[in-house]
């Protein structure tokens, strides 16, 4: 079973609608849960973080983590053409000095005018 | 534009060739880091380095090196390529050592092997 599980879609949504991208994972440790959106051909780009259970708002995204049920969520709302890219999502644990970030593949999300 | 430069952008080489790619951080950021993207594995952690001392590994494999200059820029080397080693290069930057979130990635390495 692989560390972090993620629904690689392809997505494809009408303009308006709401978007809930998703990842679950195995290990108990991680506290702090990432969301990256990648544009085709560019390097991934920090949307959210938080720190262990709980949501987090800013602006059109929120970002929601359930340790308890190892899933963390990633909801756009209003989704515009322009949010059309690759979400990726990010976990990590604090332990020790090893600070690696371990991904989702990501999801493909397109948003159609 | 996260601020971190990558170079080249694209490297086209042949099996068992070296290549080397090169990262400069944001300017303030001690933290480098390596990371391979891949259609079959996704985007993976490779290594870190913070103020020229290795931080951390990943999955990397021991034909690749990497390191810190003390102008902080980083370098990674990759030798005896197989068709495998085809991927996406990203380097990622942070001020601190801790930098599970803070982390800023340049427009990344498009290597091919052939």
């Known amino acids: 079973q692989k560390e972090v599980e993620q629904d690689p879609g392809p997505l494809s949504v009408p303009e308006g609608a709401i978007v809930s991208l998703n990842c679950t994972y195995s290990?108990?440790?991680?506290?702090?849960f990432m969301w990256y959106r990648q544009y085709s051909r560019k390097g991934p780009e920090l949307l959210m973080y938080t720190y262990s259970s709980g949501n987090k708002e800013d602006g059109r995204f929120t970002a929601q983590v359930d340790k308890s049920s190892k899933y963390i969520s990633l909801f756009i709302r209003d989704s515009q053409p322009s949010d059309s890219a690759t979400y990726l999502c990010?976990?990590?644990?604090?332990?020790?000095?090893?600070?690696?970030?371990?991904f989702g593949k990501g999801t493909l999300l397109t948003v159609n005018p | 534009d996260s601020g971190v430069t990558q170079t080249p952008k694209h490297l086209i080489t042949a099996t068992g060739q070296r290549v080397t790619l090169r990262c400069s951080p944001r300017?303030?950021?001690?933290?480098v880091y390596w990371y391979q993207q891949s259609l079959d594995q996704g985007l993976q952690f490779l290594i870190q380095y913070y103020n020229g001392e290795e931080r951390a590994k990943g999955n990397i494999l021991e034909r690749f090196s990497a390191q810190q200059f003390p102008d902080l820029h980083s370098e990674l080397n990759l030798s005896s390529l197989e068709l495998g080693d085809s991927a996406l290069y990203f380097c990622a930057s942070s001020v601190s050592p801790q930098g599970y979130y803070e982390q800023y990635f340049g427009p990344g390495t498009r290597l091919t092997v052939t």
């Open positions: 990010a976990m990590s644990d604090s332990g020790g000095s090893n600070y690696k970030l371990t």
């Open positions: 290990n108990s440790a991680f506290q702090y």
């Open positions: 300017s303030g950021d001690l933290s």
